[in-house]
């Protein structure tokens, strides 16, 4: 399909279709169809483990409407063979998370994440017509306001006054070797309506700059960065979702060559640092019915407990030792339990669930144990230190719906975790238990989610950000002081 560099392509469709417009996603599951083209994907990490949150999209529709958009890392595989910037798609079957507050890149309340129903398919012939690219520039006053704030993400335009040091009377010659050993380069620009800025472009933004910088013919002048991260003393620093655009690339580029701007270069360093960014739910209801929309790869789905009191078992010298002080049995068996963690969602919101021991057994109808031991009989070569894969079994419990007994403690109001553990799973169509059917079954998890660590988990308030949304999806552990039992009752 023929494309213009930056403006409208025309295409067509079955005008019988009913497509979704963006302006009307709202929060929560959708059964409908939405049709847009993907200006633009990229990775997720989280800044210091590096551990892939998810990808994440920029999609824009008929009407203009700017969205972001959200895949999980467990489905990247699924949906990324198919996608390519600039094309035009349709989407069946999504979810309305809600839009992060921090480092966002849309305007829009919603972002459109891929559940595990989702289906999304190339659109080639429809007579409908749909921008390339849609930018959001921010008047200086608006950068002095708003920087440092980590809130929204600027599109900046100006014109180069130093690249690497260098001025652009003559042609800058970049060190390749120096980049790649600081990860980063720097370049004055010059707004139209403000001083000259630093701009700080790091790893992949910096390789994109400098292979776009030496193929011009000419040297160029005129630089635009997307989704640019605003600081204090005039710097800017670029994220993983940062595109570069130079001279001739795109209309705002075309049209600032056109004007002449002149000033005193600034040449004070600035360092950056990096922020995690947490947020945290405040619902206090003990039981939900939810939706099971995925099992969260990327940490293991179990651990290996005590054979007396469940909680986690360490390694000693000889033998494994029991964390739990008040059991601390040595040389005990260790056997493991279900820690799975997976991500839910209801008609209001989203979050991350832990299941632990019988909770696990009961959505999938085999012991822990069971599914451990049956691997390493089928694979014999392993170590007994090899992390065994997330088994088909609970693979198959995405899609299911439930009603969930969790345990909420006040740790989870502290302000600085949340704690979201199953312990139960009660019957959708039956009155849930009381809580003194279900009190032994609760106190053995409950001392459980004090010893295995990882039962700390926040929810996404969006897709899911993420480089920038890592926190969202962080687990952390919840204070063994406060824990208490829940109550399942109504």
Not at 154 to 175: A, F, N, S
Not at 268 to 284: C, G, H, N, V
Not at 405 to 410: E, N, R
Request: contains cysteine; glycine residues 6%; proline residues 4%.
């Amino acid at each position: 399909m023929a494309m213009k560099r930056n403006g409208k392509s025309h295409v067509s469709s079955d005008s019988d279709e009913q497509f979704m417009s963006f302006k009307d996603v709202s929060l929560g599951p959708h059964e409908a169809q939405l049709r847009f083209r993907l200006i633009h994907f990229w990775e997720a990490r989280n800044p210091v483990k590096k551990t892939l949150i998810g990808l994440e999209m920029l999609l824009i529709d008929e009407q203009g409407t700017v969205i972001q958009g959200f895949i999980p890392p467990g489905r990247i595989k699924k949906y990324l063979p198919d996608m390519k910037r600039g094309s035009v798609y349709k989407l069946i079957n999504f979810y309305g998370s809600k839009n992060k507050p921090m480092y966002r890149v849309a305007d829009h309340l919603a972002t459109v994440s891929f559940t595990w129903n989702s289906e999304i398919s190339a659109l080639h012939e429809i007579p409908i017509s749909i921008d390339e690219d849609r930018f959001r520039f921010h008047s200086h006053e608006d950068f002095e306001t708003n920087c440092d704030l980590k809130g929204d993400l600027y599109d900046v335009v100006g014109h180069m006054k130093l690249v690497d040091g260098q001025t652009l009377i003559e042609r800058p010659i970049i060190d390749d070797v120096k980049i790649a050993t600081t990860r980063h380069i720097m370049i004055h620009v010059q707004s139209l309506d403000g001083p000259v800025m630093k701009l700080y472009l790091w790893d992949q933004t910096a390789t994109d700059f400098i292979k776009k910088f030496n193929s011009c013919e000419n040297t160029p002048t005129v630089l635009l960065v997307t989704t640019v991260n605003t600081k204090r003393t005039l710097a800017l620093a670029s994220m993983s979702s940062t595109r570069v655009f130079m001279d001739n690339d795109v209309q705002p580029t075309r049209n600032y060559l056109t004007w002449y701007v002149s000033a005193d270069v600034i040449t004070k360093r600035e360092t950056l640092t990096i922020a995690d960014i947490f947020s945290y739910m405040s619902q206090e209801s003990a039981k939900c019915t939810a939706t099971i929309d995925d099992v969260v790869h990327g940490s293991s789905w179990y651990y290996i407990g005590c054979s007396e009191c469940h909680s986690k078992a360490t390694k000693g010298t000889n033998s494994l030792i029991c964390t739990n002080a008040k059991c601390a049995k040595v040389n005990t068996t260790g056997v493991a339990q279900y820690r799975a963690k997976i991500s839910v969602y209801d008609n209001t919101e989203q979050a991350f669930f832990v299941l632990l021991g019988d909770a696990g057994r009961e959505l999938t109808g085999r012991h822990a144990s069971e599914l451990v031991s049956n691997y390493f009989k089928a694979n014999k070569s392993e170590g007994a230190d090899h992390e065994v894969p997330i088994p088909e079994t609970l693979i198959s419990i995405i899609g299911q719906t439930h009603k969930f007994c969790v345990k909420v403690t006040d740790h989870n109001f502290s302000g600085n975790t949340r704690a979201v553990t199953v312990t139960k799973i009660l019957p959708l169509d039956t009155p849930p238990p009381t809580e003194a059917s279900v009190g032994n079954d609760i106190g053995a998890t409950s001392e459980e989610s004090k010893q295995s660590g990882n039962d700390v988990c926040e929810p996404p308030t969006s897709r899911g950000d993420p480089a920038d949304e890592d926190s969202k999806r962080t687990c952390g552990s919840a204070d063994p002081g406060t824990a208490k039992r829940p109550r399942c009752g109504n």
